[in-house]
C-alpha cells in the first residue's frame, strides 16, 4: 500500500501495514482450594445430589475464600501461564481481563492484577461480555498481535460469582462456581494461531439473566439490597434454549470460515453451563464423545473462566498436543456467544 508522502511518521506503518498470525503461547489456571459439594448444598438449600447431577452434571465446585478478591484468582492463573511462556511480567504490553465480578466497579481489575504481577509497561483494561468474556478477550486480543501494536498479551478470564450468589435459591446457586484461566498472546512464527473468532450477541433478551442492581440503573441503596437486586438472576429454562441456538450457530459459522469439517476438530471446548446443553450442541454439531472436553463436573459454571481453565486443563492432560485444531464455544449473559478456533 503506497500513501501519499506527509511530514511526520505514522508508526504503524513500520510494516508496510502487514499483519501476522497470533497464537496461544502458554495457557495457566487457577481454582481456590474450597470444594463446595452437591451434598454441602443439600444442607443450605432444598435440592439434592441427585437433581443437580441429572439435570446440570454438576458434582462439585470451588469457592473462593473470603479474602480472595477475583483479582487474586486472575494474579495465580497469570503466574502460571507467564511460567510456561517463559516471559517476564515486564515483557506484557497489554492486559485483557474478561469478568462478570470485577474486585470493584473501578478501577479495572486488569489494572489490580497489572500491579500484583509487576507488568509495568502494560496498558490494562477489563472487558465484560458474561460467559463468553474469555473468547470476545481473545479475539480483541489478537487484533493488536495482528497489526503489530502489541507483540505479548495477558488475556484472563476470572470470576469469583459466589459473591453475587443468593445462597438461598436453589434454582441459581448449585450451577456457579469460582476460578481464573490465563493465556499468554503472541506471534508464533510458521504457526497459524487463532484462525477465526464469531461473536454475536442479542441485547433484547439481557432479561434473562443478569444482576440488576449496583450500577447506574438501581445504584445500591437499603431498598435495592433488601430486594436483592444485587444477586445473579436467570430464567433457566429460557437461557437454556438460546444456549444451544447460538452456541450451535456461532460453532458452525467459524467451522465454515475455515472451511472445516467437524471431524477434523481434535478438542471441542463448550461453555461449561449444562452438561445438557454441552451434549445437545455436541450432538447437532456431529462432535464424537471423545472429541469433547468436560471438567463442568468438577468446577460448575465459571463464566468467563470456564473455556479458560478447561482449555488450561485440555492443555496439560495432553488431550491437545501442538498442531491440534481445537474449537472453543461460548454463551452467556447479554446474550452474548461466540466460537473461536484455534491451530493449537
Ligand atoms: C437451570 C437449569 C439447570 C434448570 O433445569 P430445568 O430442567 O430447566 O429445570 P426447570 O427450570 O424446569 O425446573 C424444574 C423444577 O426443578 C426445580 N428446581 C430448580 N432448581 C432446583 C434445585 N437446585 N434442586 C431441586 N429442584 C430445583 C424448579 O423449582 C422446578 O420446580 P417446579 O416444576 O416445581 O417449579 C437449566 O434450565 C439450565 O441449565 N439452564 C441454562 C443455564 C445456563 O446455561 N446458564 C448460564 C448461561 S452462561
Known amino acids: 500500500m503506497t500513501l501519499p508522502a506527509r511530514k511526520f511518521k505514522n508508526p504503524r506503518a513500520r510494516h508496510n501495514f502487514q499483519g501476522r498470525t497470533c497464537s496461544v ?4 489456571s487457577y481454582v481456590p482450594d474450597r470444594v463446595l459439594s452437591n451434598a454441602d448444598l443439600e444442607q443450605m438449600v432444598d435440592t439434592s445430589n441427585e437433581w443437580i447431577l441429572t439435570r446440570t452434571g454438576i458434582r462439585e465446585r470451588r469457592i473462593a475464600a473470603q479474602h480472595q478478591a477475583t483479582s487474586d484468582l486472575a494474579v495465580k492463573a497469570a503466574r502460571i501461564a507467564m511460567q510456561r511462556a517463559k516471559i517476564t511480567p515486564e515483557q506484557i504490553d497489554l492486559i485483557i481481563l474478561a469478568t462478570i465480578t470485577p474486585d470493584m466497579p473501578f478501577p479495572s481489575t486488569a489494572c489490580l492484577v497489572q500491579e500484583k504481577i509487576g507488568a509495568m509497561h502494560a496498558a490494562a483494561f477489563d472487558i465484560q461480555a458474561a460467559c ?9 486480543a489478537q487484533q493488536f498481535i495482528m497489526t503489530r501494536t502489541y507483540d505479548t498479551i495477558l488475556v484472563i478470564g476470572a470470576e469469583k460469582l459466589s459473591s453475587i450468589i443468593n445462597w438461598a435459591d436453589r434454582n441459581t446457586c448449585v450451577l456457579f ?3 481464573a484461566g490465563a493465556a499468554i498472546l503472541r506471534n508464533r512464527p510458521r504457526a497459524h494461531g487463532l484462525l477465526t473468532a464469531c461473536m454475536g450477541s442479542d441485547g433484547g433478551r439481557a432479561g434473562l439473566l443478569c444482576m440488576p442492581g449496583g450500577g447506574s440503573a438501581f445504584p445500591p441503596t437499603h431498598e435495592t439490597v433488601a430486594a436483592g437486586l444485587h444477586y445473579l438472576r ?3 429454562k429460557e437461557t437454556f434454549k438460546y444456549a444451544v441456538t447460538a452456541m450451535l450457530a456461532a460453532a458452525n459459522e467459524a467451522l465454515r470460515r475455515c472451511e472445516l469439517d467437524i471431524s477434523q476438530i ?25 472429541q469433547l472436553f468436560v471438567n463442568l463436573d468438577r468446577h460448575g459454571n465459571t463464566s468467563a473462566a470456564s473455556v479458560a481453565i478447561a482449555l488450561d486443563e485440555a492443555v496439560t492432560s495432553g488431550r491437545i498436543q501442538r498442531g491440534d485444531l481445537v474449537l472453543m464455544i461460548v454463551f452467556g449473559a447479554g446474550l452474548t456467544w461466540g466460537a473461536a478456533v484455534i491451530e493449537w
Open 132 to 140: 463468553s468474556g474469555f473468547i470476545y478477550a481473545l479475539e480483541i
Open 25 to 28: 503461547i502458554a495457557v495457566g
Open 266 to 290: 481434535k478438542c471441542v471446548i463448550p461453555h461449561q453451563a449444562n452438561r445438557r446443553i454441552i451434549d445437545a450442541v455436541a450432538n447437532r454439531l456431529g462432535a464424537k464423545p471423545s
Open 177 to 179: 462456581g469460582d476460578g
Open 234 to 236: 436467570m430464567d433457566g
